[in-house]
């Protein structure tokens, strides 16, 4: 059964994308709450360098090694960008732009004069091809299983565990981070360590999925999640479950296109969060349209109710409490003037005897609400 599972090219491919997609969204949550998404690109680009010293250093080309070396590399990137930006010549954004091309640049200079022959290239790193991730095994137990499956698995798991153990910590240094300072929770260090593993998950995927697609599930699933609710640990399931979903309908639809298994993954996370940002219950664009409509909808039922009590009691009252009197005060067009009149009929505010307005007890209720903290404040 094992043995049939990893022996399947699409199941590898897919559980290759799947952990990936996990490992980055677990990381990549708070990155994107903390409006730091973007520290994921830069960390992405600039463990070329680290990649390339590391294997000038020690001629291994994966392993715990580079694993250690990508992880230093993103923390220079971040206390270089730190260090711009402390001090104050240029902003966040500038800064980030300005250290990580330097240091892929840098990578990418000393991969063309010492490691022209080695297997570490910029397209590799940059797209990967998750369609191979099934020719490059190794031995596990007495089965053959794909190493960048045995090493997406280790960091995954790490992933979790660190989440998992630091849920409440990393969940106030995001929030509140000086009361996290002030309770001794050392948020810095948490960053740090949050973006140690970023490091660690870009160059554990780089070879399998490039940097394009890890950063597209660094920021997408949580961007997603993030238009879908307003709780962590909801946050959290969903850019995980976003993740899988992108994997195994990603994987489905490259096949029956013939066209790139990561671009289409990373285009299925875009379709995600296009969904996401219509239909998502609290900041949905259709979600926003209708509490705009219904706020709309209300306003014009509180001005109609206002009015007709301010007129009740009036010797005018059967010139002002009429449907042509609402066109004329409230400035309404005749066909919007008898929808809400027809609104107010429905919902029992008011009652038509003729020509003539009047407000039932319900609406009475519903002006004196709204009236008398105007009155209490004039009086």
């Given at each position: 059964?094992?043995?049939?599972?990893?022996?399947?090219?699409?199941?590898?491919?897919?559980?290759?994308?799947?952990?990936?997609?996990?490992?980055?969204?677990?990381?990549?949550?708070?990155?994107?709450?903390?409006?730091?998404?973007?520290?994921?690109?830069?960390?992405?680009?600039?463990?070329?360098?680290?990649?390339?010293?590391?294997?000038?250093?020690?001629?291994?080309?994966?392993?715990?090694?580079?694993?250690?070396?990508?992880?230093?590399?993103?923390?220079?990137?971040?206390?270089?960008?730190?260090?711009?930006?402390?001090?104050?010549?240029?902003?966040?954004?500038?800064?980030?732009?300005?250290?990580?091309?330097?240091?892929?640049?840098?990578?990418?200079?000393?991969?063309?004069?010492?490691?022209?022959?080695?297997?570490?290239?910029?397209?590799?790193?940059?797209?990967?091809?998750?369609?191979?991730?099934?020719?490059?095994?190794?031995?596990?137990?007495?089965?053959?299983?794909?190493?960048?499956?045995?090493?997406?698995?280790?960091?995954?798991?790490?992933?979790?565990?660190?989440?998992?153990?630091?849920?409440?910590?990393?969940?106030?240094?995001?929030?509140?981070?000086?009361?996290?300072?002030?309770?001794?929770?050392?948020?810095?260090?948490?960053?740090?360590?949050?973006?140690?593993?970023?490091?660690?998950?870009?160059?554990?995927?780089?070879?399998?999925?490039?940097?394009?697609?890890?950063?597209?599930?660094?920021?997408?699933?949580?961007?997603?999640?993030?238009?879908?609710?307003?709780?962590?640990?909801?946050?959290?399931?969903?850019?995980?479950?976003?993740?899988?979903?992108?994997?195994?309908?990603?994987?489905?639809?490259?096949?029956?296109?013939?066209?790139?298994?990561?671009?289409?993954?990373?285009?299925?996370?875009?379709?995600?969060?296009?969904?996401?940002?219509?239909?998502?219950?609290r900041y949905g664009l259709l979600a926003q349209s209708l509490r705009a409509w219904r706020q709309r909808h209300g306003d014009e039922l509180r001005a109609l109710v206002v009015h007709l009590h301010d007129h009740e009691h009036s010797p005018a009252r059967d010139e002002e409490n009429i449907v042509s009197a609402l066109e004329q005060h409230l400035r309404w067009s005749p066909r919007r003037a008898a929808a809400v009149l027809r609104r107010g009929l429905a919902e029992g505010l008011v009652l038509r005897e003729g020509r003539t307005l009047h407000l039932t007890t319900?609406?009475?209720?519903?002006?004196?609400?709204?009236?008398?903290?105007?009155?209490?404040?004039?009086?």
């Open positions: 059964m094992l043995a049939a599972f990893f022996s399947s090219i699409a199941a590898m491919i897919i559980l290759t994308g799947a952990l990936v997609g996990v490992a980055a969204a677990l990381v990549g949550t708070f990155l994107v709450l903390r409006r730091s998404a973007m520290l994921s690109d830069a960390i992405s680009h600039s463990i070329v360098f680290g990649i390339v010293v590391v294997w000038l250093a020690t001629r291994q080309q994966s392993g715990p090694v580079q694993l250690v070396g990508a992880a230093l590399t993103g923390l220079l990137t971040v206390f270089l960008t730190e260090l711009l930006v402390n001090s104050r010549k240029v902003k966040n954004d500038a800064a980030i732009g300005l250290v990580f091309p330097v240091l892929f640049a840098a990578g990418v200079l000393l991969l063309n004069l010492y490691a022209r022959d080695v297997h570490v290239d910029t397209h590799t790193v940059l797209l990967g091809e998750i369609g191979f991730v099934w020719l490059d095994t190794m031995a596990l137990g007495g089965l053959e299983v794909p190493v960048a499956v045995v090493w997406m698995s280790v960091v995954t798991l790490v992933n979790a565990v660190f989440v998992g153990v630091f849920y409440k910590e990393l969940k106030l240094s995001t929030f509140d981070p000086e009361l996290a300072q002030a309770l001794g929770f050392a948020p810095t260090l948490l960053f740090y360590a949050l973006l140690a593993l970023t490091s660690v998950t870009a160059v554990a995927a780089f070879d399998a999925v490039g940097a394009v697609l890890f950063i597209a599930f660094v920021v997408i699933p949580p961007s997603a999640a993030y238009l879908l609710t307003d709780r962590l640990a909801a946050m959290l399931a969903l850019s995980v479950l976003v993740a899988l979903v992108s994997s195994v309908v990603g994987y489905v639809l490259a096949v029956r296109a013939d066209v790139s298994i990561g671009g289409m993954m990373a285009v299925v996370t875009g379709l995600c969060l296009g969904l996401a940002f219509l239909f998502g219950p319900k609406g009475r209720d519903l002006a004196h609400e709204l009236t008398e903290p105007w009155r209490r404040a004039t009086a």
